[in-house]
């Protein structure tokens, strides 16, 4: 395995996970690996696991646990993810995921686990507050519309709010992300693997508090043998 930054992403909707982790990827110079892409990208390549995830997803069916890690088993075995390592976005999702991931990987095969926190009124505000173009799909915000009375600024389409954007859709998707990554976090906390960051504020803050928490950590695990326990959060 090369020496590459190897590191996966967690946060709520509307924490500006997405966001960070094609800088973090940009900054280390890592492939930036979303579950969507990775799907996509096996699914296209006709290899085993990726024409059963294809299955699944025509169906519009969850892709089970076993394919899911196939998947990214194959996607983490490609000469990019092991020279340069890897920047995961979206997975894994379960504590059972997250064991898998372990599995495969080993027990010094990841950096660390970064969670940007964003209080739930925060991202509450910043969700139901988005607003999108019918059809070009542009999106704009309360706090910043577009030019005028509503139309997109790029193609003149209607700019309204998404049912799954309104504050109750919203604060039913926050419940569910807290009870299922819960786990998921209290996992890589007992790694000693965990680092939260404090996601509220401007993006470049947020960028910069992400990449002084990764490189202290980083530091941190290069100075203990491999194979030995690291525990506490380092935060």
Known sequence: MGSGVRLLVLGKQGAGKGTQAVRIAAYYG????????????????????????????????????????????????????????????????????????????????????????????????????????????????????????????KDGGEVVQREDDQPEAVRRRLELYERDTRPLLDFYEELGLLITVDGDGEPDDVFHRIIAAVDAARERRLSVPPGSAVTGDPR
């Not at 059963?52 to 000469?79: H, N, Q, W, Y």
């Not at 990841?110 to 969700?127: E, F, N, S």
């Open 30 to 153: 890592a492939p930036h690996i979303s579950t969507g892409d990775m799907f996509r990208a096996a699914a296209a390549s006709g290899t085993p696991f990726g024409l059963k995830a294809k299955e699944f997803m025509t169906r519009g069916e969850l892709v089970p646990d076993d394919v899911v890690i196939g998947v990214v088993a194959e996607r983490l075995a490609k000469e990019d993810a092991v020279d340069a390592g890897f920047i995961l976005d979206g997975f894994p999702r379960t504590r059972v995921q997250a064991e898998e991931l372990r599995r495969l990987l080993g027990p010094d095969g990841l950096d660390a686990a970064v969670d940007i926190d964003v209080p739930t009124d925060v991202v509450l505000r910043r969700i139901s507050g988005r607003r999108v173009c019918r059809t070009c799909g542009a999106t704009y915000h309360v706090d910043h519309p577009p030019k005028v009375n509503w139309t997109c600024d």
